[in-house]
């Protein structure tokens, strides 16, 4: 019976089914022309080019005189700008504010800090950041972040995302600040082998893209050292095994030399910060591949500004045991040849200022190519997105940047990011053709 119902009812629910799927708008078409565009992968500067957008996809790149524009194509055309992939922060945390820092921070309450995350996702996207990995946030506020602008509720980068990171009780992913008697630990707190690896598995559950672990002390903590190692090689080879194996990618922070050096043994993907990096250190992270997220302009904002933002004396002080060598060691790791990614730690210093890193990048041994590819190709590989972001190519997503100037000889108009575009969507054009 059940059956020649549904045998009478086919062509009506086909009917249906057609009907439903009926106004598919076909894809919004951009041609998008300009003097100039950076090809970040082969590291040259192509002249008068054409991208044609289809819906969030780039479809095709080519020289303008070769490239023809189809019919009904929006022509937007940035003049003698210099189109480039929009970029990508592998190192942020767009819930924090530099405001919210040291004490002030026990006072936020997870709906307040997803809220800043808000207002810092929308300035980071106009400052041409694209694609953020963000690593550290309370309460999953940035799964919440990242699933608003995934919906199109909010305008904001693509985000990855750790949830909490993980760290050893009294570490620097712990919250020290409180008296015993308020029995508070971070949420990312996790002890010895069997608790590491509990705490990977419950971070991927509630949402997390990527794992975060505080392998050495750090700045912004209270009673601990930024080079002193934190976990055990046990830990964390544990940790990062079990995170490989929910295919997620894991990020270190590790300044102490120790931890550099353990932590890339032990397999993980990315050392952030890498301050008190050494020789062995470097070689470690040749032979395993691993990228290095260097937060080098960090240092300037927060010795020349800390005090009026409410820092610590504590962390201006473990700073200066830091900052400038962190540079020293980019440096020296620049010059061997280390996969550098693009990271800057923004929320310890205002959102929208990402940009500033690439002139201390091109101080401490980058050219400015490698530098706009530490931000584009480099970034996306890292991230496990080189299939969808960091160049200007055929598949993918349409996240184009535009400056005016030559940012291959001038980072610094990277600073100012003109023209924004996310999955074809114009965010901002000040280039437009009057
Ligand atoms: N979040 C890092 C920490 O507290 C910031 C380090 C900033 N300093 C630097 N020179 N990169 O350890």
Redesign the pocket.
């Known amino acids: 019976m059940i059956r020649i119902l549904r045998l009478i009812l086919l062509p009506y629910l086909l009917a249906a089914v057609a009907l439903s799927q009926e106004p598919k708008p076909s894809p919004t078409v951009i041609a998008l022309k300009a003097a100039h565009v950076v090809d970040a992968r082969a590291g040259r500067v192509l002249d008068r080019q054409t991208v044609l957008i289809s819906g969030d996809r780039i479809e095709k790149v080519g020289p303008s005189l070769e490239v023809a524009v189809p019919p009904g194509a929006t022509v937007i055309d940035l003049g003698p700008a210099t189109l480039l992939p929009g970029l990508i922060d592998s190192h942020t945390h767009l819930t924090g504010d530099p405001r919210n820092a040291g004490y002030r921070s026990l006072g936020i309450s997870v709906p307040r800090e997803a809220l800043t995350g808000a207002k810092n996702a929308r300035v980071t996207l106009e400052a041409g950041f694209t694609t953020v990995r963000n690593v550290g946030a309370s309460g999953y506020s940035d799964v919440a972040l990242r699933d608003a602008i995934n919906a199109g509720e909010l305008p904001g980068p693509r985000m990855l995302v750790s949830g909490p990171p993980l760290g050893i009780t009294g570490g620097?992913c712990d919250e020290n600040l409180l008296a015993p008697e308020f029995n508070y630990h971070a949420e990312g707190v996790a002890d010895g082998i069997p608790a590491v690896m509990a705490k990977v598995r419950e971070t991927v559950k509630y949402g997390a893209d990527v794992i975060k672990f505080c392998a050495s002390g750090?700045?912004?903590?209270k009673g601990d050292l930024?080079g002193a190692e934190q976990y055990s090689p046990a830990e964390m080879a544990a940790l990062i095994s079990e995170a490989h194996r929910l295919d997620r990618k894991v990020a270190a922070h590790a300044?102490g030399t120790q931890a550099i050096i353990d932590a890339t043994n032990a397999g993980v993907d990315s050392i952030e910060?890498g301050?008190l990096i050494d020789d062995a250190g470097i070689a470690a992270l040749k032979q395993h591949g691993t990228y290095l997220v260097a937060?080098i302009y960090?240092?300037d904002f927060?010795l020349g500004m800390g005090k009026q933002y409410g820092f610590t004396d504590e962390m201006l002080e473990k700073?200066r045991m830091?900052?400038q060598q962190?540079r020293e060691g980019f440096r020296k790791a620049a010059l061997a040849g280390v996969k550098i990614a693009f990271g800057t730690?923004a929320g310890?210093y205002p959102h929208g200022w990402n940009a500033k890193q690439f002139a201390y990048m091109v101080k401490y041994g980058l050219s400015p190519m490698q530098a706009i590819q530490s931000a584009t190709v480099n970034a996306a590989d890292l991230i496990g997105w080189a299939d969808r972001a960091g160049a200007i190519e055929p598949g993918k997503f349409a996240d184009l940047i535009a400056v005016q100037g030559d940012p291959t000889t001038d980072v610094t108009v990277l600073e100012h990011v003109q023209f924004v575009m996310k999955a074809g969507q114009l965010v901002k054009n000040e280039l437009a053709k009057k």
Do not use: A, C, L, T
């Open positions: 620097h750090g700045v912004f903590s930024p300044h910060h301050s937060d960090n240092d927060i700073e830091v900052g962190q730690d310890v």
